[in-house]
């Protein structure tokens, strides 16, 4: 036998091993399960292009997120399903306490209060215009017009309970303005998860079909980043933390680890990944037709998201991957 005293290969020649050298672990505890509520009872209504994935009228929804919690998820991200006649150009839905969302906000607070809601800030899925932030006549997005909506609609989740709001809108200095208000109204101890990240990206299309949410004329790039980019990352993470978010995030996920990885040195904050609807479909859809093994993709996926930094996980895949965690 050839002398070589170093042979990483020793530290693998076994299971019991293997698992003592392991840097990373994939928990229960890291994931955030992203659900769809939508308005009226006794819905679940599949969605195609995500499956095993549905919109929940609140009743049923109470349902599946007991069952997230006695799985051991700790927090659900909740999204609103509006039917076209409830849009505008205003979003006023979603500051309007009686809406179906806020109320299924209360209502899965009362029947699990241990699960941590987390909200949706942003006006695409109330707004007539499919977009973020609120579209003058000439087709601009108004960024200063939009956090005074965002700082409205925040309050109103607040209000409702949730523990953890994401503003998932990218406008500029929507952290500290959110914060600012949530502090005058009381909400000290209402977290920010702020999508601090997030790329102006073709992996969302199976999301914006479920909430039938694509912008009605032009795209997202005058506010989400520009995919060629990661100094931005760094530009916006740190407007973010000056702001007082409480937890950054990086979105989409599988195409991005090297912006997580970038942020994970930059940061003392947790850091959370948005494994989105495109990559869900994506395996899915090759699971589907016996190319890939499904399960087996899924777990490296979610492993590679800890690997590259992330604390926690935003994934429709948490239920399934309690079936093996
Ligand atoms: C919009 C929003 C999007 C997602 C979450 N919030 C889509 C978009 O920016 O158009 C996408 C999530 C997913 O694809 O799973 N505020």
């Known amino acids: ?48 292009s995500m499956p095993g994935q549905f919109r929940f009228s609140v009743d ?3 349902d599946e997120v007991k069952a997230l919690w006695d799985l051991g998820i700790p ?13 505008d150009k205003k979003a006023s839905k979603s500051c309007d306490p009686d809406h179906f969302y806020q109320k299924a906000i209360s209502k899965i607070k009362q029947a699990v209060p241990k ?6 800030v942003a006006m695409d899925p109330y707004s007539s215009d499919g977009h973020d932030g609120y579209v003058d006549d000439e087709g601009n997005i108004l960024n200063d017009k939009t956090l005074e909506i ?14 953890i709001l994401g503003p998932s809108d990218m406008m500029d200095g929507r952290i500290g303005f959110i914060r600012e208000c949530l502090d005058e109204e009381g909400f000290s101890q209402t ?25 009605k004329a032009g795209d997202k790039k005058t506010y ?16 973010d933390e000056g702001e007082g978010a409480d937890i950054l995030m990086v979105k989409p996920g599988l195409a991005y680890l090297d912006i997580l990885y970038r942020l994970r040195e930059e940061t003392p904050l947790p ?17 589907e037709k016996g190319w890939l093994d499904g399960p087996a993709v899924m777990l490296e996926t979610l492993t590679a998201f800890k690997r590259a930094g992330a604390d926690m996980i935003l994934t429709y895949f948490a239920k399934e991957a309690c079936e093996f965690l």
Do not use: W
């Open 1 to 48: 036998m050839i002398h070589q005293p170093s042979r990483p290969r020793r530290n693998r020649k076994s299971g019991a091993l293997r698992s003592m050298v392991q840097e990373t672990r994939l928990s229960r505890q890291d994931l955030i399960a992203p659900v769809f509520v939508v308005n009226g009872s006794q819905q679940k209504i599949p969605i195609a």
């Open 60 to 62: 049923q929804l109470v």
């Open 75 to 87: 927090c659900v991200s909740l999204f609103p399903c509006l039917e076209d006649s409830a849009k």
């Open 115 to 120: 699960m941590l809601v987390m909200s949706d």
């Open 150 to 163: 965002l700082a409205q609609m925040s309050l109103t989740q607040a209000n409702s309970g949730a523990d």
């Open 191 to 215: 977290s920010l998860m702020s999508y601090t990240a997030k790329y102006c990206s073709s992996f969302y299309g199976p999301f914006r079909d479920a909430l039938d949410s694509a912008p």
């Open 224 to 239: 989400q980043m520009d995919y060629h980019n990661a100094r931005e990352a760094l530009r916006e993470a740190e407007l």
């Open 271 to 287: 850091l959370a990944v948005f494994n989105v609807s495109g990559e869900y479909a994506a395996i899915k859809a090759a699971d």
